[in-house]
Each structure stands twice: as structure tokens, then as C-alpha cells.
């Protein structure tokens, strides 16, 4: 065993959530930016209610960079087991081949060349405890999050209340400075940094950060996974002796057992070595092992070494008990002045993100300086080396051992497994890309009279992104599907078909391309834009837990006016009542990649046949007067479904414009959704005209 290798391995994957940590506190902090404008005052109540209001977002936004950034999380720990077992076989393989060469060993008994079905058992057993384990970090995260952020708001909130600049007691509002409140949200969001993000929560309550838990569980299975392999091997053999390695600076429960011969089998005796010397073996029932800080412990950096009776050769620790407790104390004292350093730089970043003032940068800056100096000083002092690996903010790595692993197939794989793992536990709902059932009755295909199946019957499924690329091609001049999954290109693909089969009228685009966005995607006369990281993804479980903190800022506000609520907060309340009528947020997002395609070609089409985005495009139509009627009724539509109340059933996003209004109801109709007539009638309209140019 290599326990430099297992130490790089449990660091480089504790990187990786040290990252998706500093991702989340960064992010939130941009929840919680410096207002600049000095002449502003704000309702305390109006600033905690708005604040809550954004919850839903906080949990999509999570949920996001955990599965982009941990996609590859489940590769890399199958790589890392498959390393520990070869490495721990090869080095136990050596000693008892060559006993075994020198007749040590039973008659005739060789080492098999491949690792043994018990060693394989080993791996699938390690493995799926360490896979479950990463699995429990990523909910607890996702958890912890949320509450991190409503702790937050309610720090920010009672600063605000200490420091209050303005109260009007006739009306009981407590209103804040813009100063004041700059230095709450400092405060709050400071304190959420040092909080930081719970990963896991033992047996005895204690909270451990994502990083620590996960590079503690990934160096402890990593060991152990290399030590049953040691064991398993030397156990084929007939032998159960092992000696204990040794390295400076050990553990108090694991000095002791530094070099000693341990019998497996518990049978305390005495045996011989190499030169002839007596070595006492001990019973393992009579070491610490089996205790958590104890041998081959959590975290323990120790592993098994076979000793054959007279063969092996005894080694003795080199460092006495005295100058391995100093070399414990100051290892542990120099990992707390570098979590203390990393704390610093990660505040810096978090300062930067909520838009902070230079002269708050700087100070910041200068105590990112003095944490380094203090580290540096008591390397100084003790003379130890100082590890700058650990000392950094890791900010987007990579997973390691790409030569185990191809990781432009693995991350997209692992990816894919990451977002079932939050399906399977209720996280997040719908797949992130496939296909929809063609509807029975689709009233926007009746107006071109095209029919549903038989389009679909002629596209046929790709297996690669570069076929995927080729076939768009008839759609559009430039294709480039970037990092959208194969399942999501064919769904986009089989969509493109169906539209263009039936508006044979309209257009090639100019390109489909993969564009970073905050949309899931966006199109118009030119161009269809796709966010590779939302197409495909439902946004039901986000808006219903938005609709909560709607509901429990509505609370919020009530309980603390118990006679008449002012003005301004009924107002507010009347907004969050308005928007609780909505029954989903949007149409398009219910029906997976073929629904968002479907909305954006809404947009396509208005725009290539009415001008309603790119009116310049379209000068032939808006002269014959045809143009501005119909983009006048899709506007009265629009208001009419406002003023009756019919809008509360389309979608919350189409109640933004008539823009989205008419792509959310152009997606309802694609996808066989029953509208009422007058909205039915618009899009029939507007549909059949580009069948007239």
C-alpha cells in the first residue's frame, strides 16, 4: 500500500467538494448584494419576506452546481477502489511470492495473476458504502443550503433591527439605512461563511463540512479497501500474520502497535524472523483496532504488512513515543492554521461576490496576509514544510486519474446518474431529457393537417453527438450540441422534425448552438440558444417549494401586524396572493425537451411570420396590413386572458409578456393541451397565415 497515493486521492476528491462549497456560499452571497443607493430606506419585514420569497431559486440554483460539478464524482471512486486494490495486492504479492519460492509456504501454492472473487466482493461492498455515503453528503448539502440561507436571512434581519435608523412608532414599520443595512447583510453573510455548509452529521451530533467528511470517508475506504485485499491475499496463503507500518507522528491509539506482528486469527504466540530473532505476535482482540481513532481507525495512514515466520524481517519504529506526540501536536496545529487560511480567502471571495466596498476587499485581503503569515511563522518555528495543496480555495478543479477514466464519456454518464440519484430521493422530478408521447388530438397540427405519428415514424434515433449535429443540419445552417446529452439531442432532433413537417413555411434557422444562459433556452428569427445544463429539466418540485416561501412570507408579515397591515406590506401580500393563483410556472417546462423546443418555436414562428421580435424581417407582410392585425390579437388575447382570469391556468411565465404568452400557448396546442376557444383561435390564426405567404 501506498498511503501517500491514498492521501492524494482523499484530497483530490475533498477539492472537488471544497469547490462545490465555495460555489454555494458565492452564490448565495449574490443573494445578498451592497446597495449603493444612500438615500434608500428599507422595511425590515418587506426585506425578510422578499428574501424568503427566493428559497425555490436558492434550491434550483444548488441543485445545479451539484449536478454539474459532481457528475463525475462516481467514476473517480470506482477508479480510486479498482487503484487501492491492485496497489495493495502488488505490495502484498512480492513478500509471499518469494516465501512462497522459498518453501515458506504450502506445497506448490502460487499467486493467481488476476484479483480473487473475495477481493472483488471486497470492492463491490466498499463501494457501495462509499457510494451511498457521497450520495447522503450531496442531500445534507442540499439541505444544509436552504437552512444556511434562511438562518441568514433572519441574522440580516436582526442586525437590522438592532441598528434601526428610522422608526415610525404610529405605524410600527421599522425601517433601515442603506448603510446600516449594508452592514448587516456583511455581518449575516460573514457569519454564514464561518458556518459554513453541513456535509454529513455523525452519531454524536457533530456537523463536519462536505470537504472533511468526504476526504476522511475516501482515505478511510481507500485504505480499507486496500487492506481487505491484503488480507484476502494473505489469507489464500494459509497465513494470518501481518506486521504494522509505521510513520512519524502516529496517532496515541495507533503508536503503539507501530511495527508489532498481529495475528488475524487472534492467536497470541511466538514466531521467529528472517535473521532468527523472536517476534511476539499479538492477538488483534488486543490492539485498538475496531476503535475509530484507533488501528486502521478513521483516517489511520497505517496499513498491513505480511510477515511470514521466518522469512519476514521485524521492523522497529524509528521514533520514540516523546517525539511522536510533538510531531502529532504540531501536524494537527499546522491543519488548523490552514483551514483558518482557507476560511479567509473563501470570505474574500464571498466579500467580492455580494459587491463589497475596495477599502472591505482590502481588509479582507490583509487578513487573507496575516493567516498566511502565521502559518509561515510557526513552519518557521517547528521546522516543518508547509503543504500549499492544502492551503488553497479550490475554485473549479477537475477530477483526477484521467488515464482511469475518459472523462468527456464518464462525466456526461455520472451526470446523468447524479440527476437519478435526486430523482430516486424526491429532490427533483422529471428526466433531464426524452421523449413525450405524441398527443391524440393536437389542435395547432389539425391547422397544417399534418399528422403526429406519421412524422414521427420517420425519425430515427442517433447514437452519436456528431449524427445528432448532421441531421440538425436540415434545420439550420450551424449546428453545435456541445455538451447536450445524446438523449436530449434526439428528443430536440425528433421535435425539429415534427415542427418543420408541419410549418413546412418556415425558415432554416441561421444556428442551433449551446449557449451559457440563465434560460433553458431562448430563440427568434436567427437563432435557437440551448442551455445544455437545464433542457429537459422540470421545474415543478423548484416552483411548488417557491410557492411555500411565498405562502410563509405571507405569514411572516401577518404575524407581526396584528391590527391593520400597512400599505406597503399589503401591497406586497397582494403580489405573493397573485402569484399563488398560478397553477405552474410554465407549460413548456412540463413537457420536457419537447416542450421547450415547442416554446421557442412559438417565438420562431410569430417572429419569421408577424415580425413580433425582429419586426424588419418580415416588411412584405407589414405592408399588406395582415402583420399589425394579427400582432394586435395576440396582444388583446393577452389582456383579455389577464383581465378574466384565464391566465391563471396558462402559466406564470406566460403571464409576463405576450411574447411568452403566445409561446406558451403555441407549446399547450403542440402538445395536445386544451386552451379555451379565443386563445385556441389566436394561435390558429397566427399558425395559418404562413401558410398563405
Excluded at 469 to 484: D, L
Excluded at 562 to 581: N, S, V
Aim: charged content about 25%; overall charge neutral; glycine content about 6%.
Amino acid at each position: 500500500m501506498n498511503p501517500k497515493l491514498i492521501e492524494q486521492m482523499g484530497n483530490a476528491m475533498g477539492d472537488v467538494y471544497a469547490a462545490v462549497v465555495n460555489e454555494i456560499l458565492v452564490n448565495m452571497a449574490k443573494h445578498f448584494p451592497y446597495i449603493d443607493d444612500s438615500d434608500t430606506a428599507f422595511s425590515v419585514w418587506q426585506y425578510q419576506t422578499t428574501k424568503l420569497g427566493e428559497l425555490g431559486q436558492i434550491r434550483r440554483e444548488t441543485l445545479d452546481i451539484l449536478v454539474n460539478m459532481l457528475g463525475g464524482a462516481d467514476a473517480v471512486l470506482r477508479s480510486y477502489l479498482q487503484n487501492a486494490i491492485l496497489d495493495g495486492v502488488r505490495d502484498a504479492d512480492k513478500p509471499i511470492q518469494d516465501a512462497a519460492k522459498a518453501g515458506l509456504l504450502p506445497s506448490g501454492w502460487r499467486i493467481p495473476p488476476e484479483v480473487s472473487p473475495e477481493q472483488t466482493q471486497a470492492f463491490k461492498a466498499f463501494y457501495r458504502q462509499s457510494a451511498d455515503k457521497l450520495n447522503l453528503v450531496n442531500t445534507v448539502m442540499l439541505e444544509s443550503t436552504q437552512q444556511a440561507y434562511q438562518s441568514t436571512v433572519s441574522d440580516i434581519v436582526s442586525r437590522m433591527q438592532r441598528t434601526q435608523t428610522i422608526l415610525n412608532t404610529q405605524t410600527g414599520k421599522v425601517v433601515t439605512g442603506v448603510t446600516a443595512l449594508n452592514q448587516a447583510m456583511r455581518d449575516g453573510v460573514k457569519q454564514m461563511v464561518q458556518n459554513g455548509i453541513t456535509g454529513f452529521i455523525d452519531h454524536a451530533g457533530r456537523r463536519w463540512t462536505p470537504e472533511a467528511y468526504v476526504t476522511m470517508d475516501i482515505r478511510t475506504t481507500l485504505a480499507n479497501t486496500a487492506r481487505a485485499a491484503v488480507f484476502e491475499r494473505s489469507e489464500e496463503t494459509g497465513n494470518d500474520l501481518y506486521q504494522v507500518s509505521y510513520h512519524d507522528g502516529a496517532r496515541p491509539l495507533c503508536y503503539p502497535w507501530q511495527g508489532k506482528v498481529i495475528s488475524r486469527q487472534d492467536l497470541s504466540r511466538e514466531v521467529t524472523d528472517r535473521d532468527g530473532n523472536t517476534v511476539h505476535v499479538y492477538a488483534q482482540s488486543e490492539t485498538t483496532y475496531g476503535e475509530a481513532a484507533g488501528l486502521f481507525g478513521i483516517n489511520c495512514g497505517h496499513y498491513p504488512i505480511p510477515f511470514v515466520p521466518g522469512f519476514s524481517k521485524i521492523r522497529p519504529p524509528e521514533q520514540d513515543a516523546e517525539e511522536n506526540a510533538k510531531e502529532y501536536e504540531q501536524s494537527q496545529r499546522q491543519r488548523a492554521l490552514e483551514r483558518n487560511l482557507r476560511n479567509e480567502k473563501r470570505d474574500l471571495a464571498v466579500l467580492k461576490a455580494q459587491g463589497a466596498t475596495d477599502d472591505e476587499i482590502k481588509a479582507q485581503r490583509e487578513r487573507v496576509r496575516a493567516a498566511s503569515a502565521k502559518l509561515d511563522d510557526f513552519c518557521d518555528s517547528t521546522g516543518r514544510a508547509r503543504r500549499r495543496s492544502r492551503e488553497y480555495t479550490p475554485t473549479n478543479p477537475t477530477f483526477p486519474d484521467k488515464d482511469t477514466y475518459d472523462p468527456g464519456t464518464f462525466r456526461k454518464t455520472q451526470r446523468d446518474k447524479m440527476r437519478e440519484f435526486f430523482r430516486s430521493n424526491g429532490l427533483t422530478s422529471g428526466p433531464s431529457g426524452g421523449s413525450t408521447p405524441a398527443p391524440a388530438v393536437n389542435v395547432a397540427q389539425q391547422a397544417t393537417q399534418k399528422p403526429v405519428n406519421a412524422v414521427q415514424s420517420t425519425f430515427v434515433p442517433v447514437k452519436t453527438k456528431a449524427e445528432a449535429e448532421q441531421y440538425a443540419h436540415r434545420f439550420a445552417k450551424q449546428v453545435n450540441y456541445g455538451t447536450v446529452s445524446i438523449k436530449s439531442c434526439n428528443e430536440i432532433n425528433r421535435t425539429l422534425t415534427e415542427i418543420y413537417e408541419r410549418f413546412p413555411s418556415l425558415k432554416p434557422l441561421e444556428e442551433i448552438q449551446q449557449k451559457s444562459m440563465g434560460a433553458i433556452a431562448s430563440a427568434n428569427f436567427r437563432t435557437l440558444n440551448i442551455n445544455a445544463r437545464k433542457i429537459g429539466r422540470d421545474s415543478t418540485k423548484e416552483y411548488l417549494e417557491q410557492r411555500e416561501g411565498l405562502k410563509y412570507a405571507i405569514e411572516t408579515i401577518k404575524s407581526r401586524y396584528k391590527g391593520t397591515i400597512p400599505k406597503d406590506m399589503q401591497k406586497q401580500i397582494d403580489g405573493y396572493e397573485r402569484r399563488l393563483k398560478f397553477k405552474r410556472w410554465s407549460i413548456s417546462g412540463q413537457h420536457g425537451v419537447r416542450g421547450t423546443i415547442a416554446h421557442e418555436f412559438g417565438h420562431v414562428l410569430i417572429d419569421q411570420y408577424l415580425g413580433q421580435i425582429n419586426p424588419a424581417h418580415v416588411q412584405t407582410l407589414a405592408d399588406s396590413g395582415t402583420c399589425s392585425r394579427l400582432l394586435k390579437l395576440v396582444k388583446d388575447t393577452y389582456k383579455e386572458a389577464h383581465n378574466n382570469g384565464d391566465i391563471f391556468d396558462i402559466s406564470e411565465y406566460g403571464s409576463t409578456n405576450d411574447h411568452e404568452f403566445f409561446a406558451e400557448c403555441f407549446c399547450a396546442l403542440f402538445n395536445g393541451d386544451k386552451l379555451p376557444d379565443y386563445i385556441e383561435s389566436m394561435v390558429k390564426e397566427v399558425t395559418n397565415v404562413g401558410q398563405v405567404r
